[in-house]
């Protein structure tokens, strides 16, 4: 309760002060009529020159940046709880923030003013960069229904929540980016795109880490994505404003509370194209942005950067479908105990399955001893409870030996590309 009133009264001092700064131009506006006008234009050039240097608006903004932080993490949520802690105080705790900000002198930015709109089509380039990806890890690794609730209360409740929380986000990032970090926009992109990570990111989950794999499957699928989101709003922000960093953080966090399916990927697959979002979208946004502006030449030849950006990613998603990143993955024969269905040279694509699941039929590939084997199941056994497979190569006169358990099994052979694999064996037998 203290750490709240503390921040309505941060709040109230800095809009009073505004209200005084107002008050003093309405003095200097009545003086126009009774001085001369170069004198007066002088005075006030002066005072608005000292609006844009006052460290007192800058250390407030901090303090209620600080606080809205700790309330946020610390005491909404955990302490008060419920709908009035997550629904009624949140959203009113950040429209004091945002009156605060909106009641600051506003700040030039470093980009250029006739490329806000420009600015802010990149941001939406941006968004749609991120939701692809997100298809993309649905697609790879299948979809779940979304946990957020879809009432119509629900989904009144999550956009007010979520739009008052984006708005004070990025108007006290804008506002701190352009003041502190106006002629040394690199470090403030850096610094403020770290500190405002943390809004997205658990604290307490971080400290909270006790394994090496937890705290992989941390940096890799929640915070890292969550630092390249923040420096790519923290960029946009600095070139245009508030607007393209709510344009960017807004769609994305909307869509994803909006959306009744979300993706159900494995880590590995969420950190790879979780990161690659933001990255792709900070390089576009850079080149475009300076071939726009005219601090780069513009390509001649025609070949633009979002193309060489989706030739990347495709050669990337090739090499790691090829190393087994997914789901779905090749393989290639080496030995022809299944012909005439599968010759040696032919690539195998494997869908990762349960081996429970598995059915007579079936071609499968299992791990046996230090070697990986495509034979076909001849049999399903289950005694005492425990399944066991009889496999047989089509090929073969007699069945495998041993019999193949559920665990064993990496997955189903879903198709065959005939040929495909005499260059990697080429290259296995030069070696």
């Known amino acids: 309760m203290i750490i709240a009133c503390a921040y309505i009264s941060t709040g109230n001092i800095l809009l009073k002060a505004g209200l005084c700064i107002h008050y003093r131009e309405l003095v200097v506006n009545y003086h126009i ?32 940046v600080v606080i809205a932080w700790v309330m946020d993490n610390y005491v909404l949520g955990r302490i008060i709880g ?54 993309l890890r649905g697609l790879i690794g299948g979809i779940a229904r979304s946990p957020y609730d879809h009432s119509l209360v629900g989904i009144a409740l999550n956009l007010l929540l979520t739009g008052t929380m984006v708005a004070g986000v990025e108007m006290s990032r804008a506002w701190l980016l352009n003041r502190l ?57 600095a070139l245009g404003g508030p607007v393209p960093a709510m344009i960017y953080h807004g769609a994305l966090a909307i869509f994803e509370k909006m959306s009744p399916y979300l993706p159900n ?12 979002a933001p990255v792709l979208g900070f390089l576009l946004v850079c080149q475009l ?34 190393l087994g990143v997914f789901s779905v993955y090749p393989r290639v024969i080496v030995s022809g105990s299944m012909v005439p269905e599968i010759n040696i040279g032919d690539v195998i694509i494997v869908k990762e ?19 990986k084997v495509a034979h076909r199941i001849i049999e399903k056994m289950e005694n005492n ?45 030069t070696d």
């Open 265 to 276: 990927s494995a880590w590995v697959s969420d950190t790879l194209l979780g990161n690659l």
């Open 33 to 64: 009529h009774h001085e001369k006008r170069g004198s007066v234009i002088k005075d006030k050039l002066q005072l608005g020159l000292e609006k844009r240097n006052s460290k007192y608006y800058t250390w407030g903004l901090a303090v209620l």
């Open 289 to 322: 942005y300076q071939e726009e502006s005219g601090q780069v030449k513009a390509r001649e030849t025609g070949e633009k950067p979002l193309g060489w950006a989706v030739t990347s990613l495709v050669m990337v998603l090739i090499l790691w479908f090829a």
């Open 82 to 135: 419920g709908m009035a802690g997550n629904y009624l105080l949140r959203p009113l705790m950040w429209l004091i923030l945002i009156a605060a900000v909106w009641r600051m002198p506003r700040l030039r930015t470093s980009g250029k003013f006739r490329l806000m709109n420009f600015t802010a089509g990149l941001a939406v380039m941006c968004v749609l960069i991120g939701i692809l990806l997100m298809a």
């Open 181 to 237: 970090f106006l002629r040394r926009r690199v470090w403030g992109i850096a610094v403020l795109g770290l500190l405002y990570t943390f809004f997205t990111v658990s604290v307490n989950k971080l400290l909270s880490l006790k394994t090496g794999i937890a705290a992989v499957k941390f940096f890799g699928t929640e915070f890292l994505p969550s630092l390249g989101q923040s420096l790519l709003a923290s960029y946009l922000a």
């Open 353 to 371: 399955a349960e081996g429970e699941q598995m059915e007579v039929g079936d071609v499968i590939l299992y791990q046996l001893a230090d070697v």
């Open 385 to 429: 409870g425990q399944i066991t497979f009889v496999t047989k190569g089509d090929a073969n006169e007699a069945a495998d030996a041993e019999a193949v358990y559920p665990q064993q099994v990496l997955g189903e052979i879903v198709y065959v590309v005939p040929k495909a694999g005499w260059v990697s064996i080429a290259l296995r037998k």
